[in-house]
């Protein structure tokens, strides 16, 4: 029984460890990049540091095996396709109501950088799409409880 323990107790410092790495990879990327782009150099790379580091530690962990199983795990075909209306629609109805409220309030529409350049429109979808699901709920949540002894001693936390 003791090696069992000292195995888990081994496995929740690696998962501390990599916790913290994972913060200090994502914080160190994001915030080089935006002191660059408070310099005048914008490469538009700043908020992909979670995703930069959740790709780095599991490849370093895993291997090209786990960096395969993250990204399946941020493509769910269980998902309905009713689901991806809210997903492509949402955020261009929530900006156009409030283009037609400026316009309602001062007559005018605000100028819109996204629409002068329209590349960021695709680069602001890919981020947003990887970087939600760089570390998905579910693999955190597997993650957790196979690292609590507790949960261990009585089956699945899930």
Known sequence: MKPRINLLLGQVESESRNLLLFFLIAFAWS???????????????APFGPFVAAFLLTFRNEGKVGVKELFKK????????LWYVPVFLLMPAIAGFSLFLAWLSEGTIPELMALSQPWLILFNFIYIFFSRRAIPRRVRLERLCASSASNASHGSCL
């Open 31 to 45: 915030w080089f990049f935006w002191l660059l782009q408070m310099w005048g150099l914008n490469l538009y790379v």
């Open 74 to 81: 941020g493509f769910d075909p269980r998902i309905g396709g």
